[in-house]
């Protein structure tokens, strides 16, 4: 290949530099430590974003002798709600192994295998990766469904040749195995939210928020727990309806908004039923809670506690300090606060255990 060929999206105008995050990447794939790199975290937290600036570092070091994008997302969130994304009639949206298989040939410029029965077909992907330098990005795979999710990681762990090519996978879920490298993507702090929103503020020309105080911003920061896809839905909120801050920040969080919707609902209902349990039972708590503290809240037994915070852990949807207690993000706070008050008995009898313990 006499030039490095891709097929990547535009980027993003407005980029949080996560510098330390974007270099560990990059060393990473520039040494070749692992062929296969999971970015994984919540809903909104900037996964895509930051494969898609890692991937442009990449074209623009030459580390690839191709860069090849796919995503499982056909839709996205803006302020006006959900909207179809272009990936769909740029033939990037892949549901399927034959689907990688085939945009892969595509922007290799392999038509004709296209055409060939699958066996063949994988041959001949697999005989590229070996022969040539490729980076494969596999953006928001949580999006496809589980089997055909497990058949495309099957492949990338044991199909693409190690020594030649790498895949990005991005996922809410951690799926990393030994041989492949994972990155947890967590909320901006507060210097980078607010960084966020003068950047946004200024590409608008939105002075409420290019003139506000460091307080408003703040305020902003901590509701939406440094999310960045939360970040942008508030100003793009206050700017269509001309209404303040905090009236936005009650409806991102007192309300089924679409920012909670689509950073939580898939996730949430994946889980087990004690796993739901435990997550409604901890978001009325201002402090964390330990394992003895949920096992009172929730009438659950010590062992599907454990169960269930194994099960919460990886998608996301729990945290851990270092005291070994469990506490919410604020998003995921207000969401599992609405499904425990949609459980009018459970909240109930939550409430009462939770008030004598704080008695």
Known sequence: MSKITHNLPSEDMVFVNRQHLVNEVLETISHHRFWMIILWGMGGVGKTSLALHVSYQCLQRKY?????????????????????TYERKQDRVVLTLNDLFNTILRVLGEHQSIRL?????????????????ILVIIDNLDMIPDQQAAEIVKFVRYS???????????????????GEYAFEITGLDIQASIELMRQSARQV????????????????????????????????????????????????????????????????????RDARL??????????????????????????????????????SLLEKDKLGRFKLHPLTKAFARLELAKNVDYEREVLRKYNSMTV
């Open 64 to 84: 690839f002798d191709a860069i090849i994008w796919t995503t499982a997302k056909s839709y996205e969130l803006g302020a006006r709600g959900f909207k179809q």
């Open 160 to 178: 693409i040749p190690t020594q030649s090519s790498t895949a990005i996978l991005t996922s809410r879920y951690e799926i990393a195995n030994r």
């Open 117 to 133: 029965e699958t066996n063949k077909k994988q041959a001949r992907v697999v005989e590229l990766l070996s022969t040539n330098k």
């Open 278 to 315: 435990v997550l409604q039972a901890i978001s009325p708590a201002e402090k964390p809670l330990d394992s003895s503290q949920l096992t009172n809240l929730t009438g659950l037994r010590d062992y599907q506690i454990l169960d269930a915070v194994e099960d919460l852990l990886p998608m």
């Open 205 to 272: 020309g939105f002075d409420v928020i290019m003139n506000a105080d460091t307080q408003i911003l703040e305020a902003i920061h901590y509701a939406t727990g440094g999310i960045p896809l939360a970040i942008k839905w508030v100003l793009g909120r206050m700017r269509r309806s001309k209404r303040s801050v905090y009236d936005v920040l009650d409806e991102l969080v007192k309300n089924e908004s679409d920012v909670l919707e689509y950073c939580f609902k898939q996730a949430y209902w994946n889980v087990s």
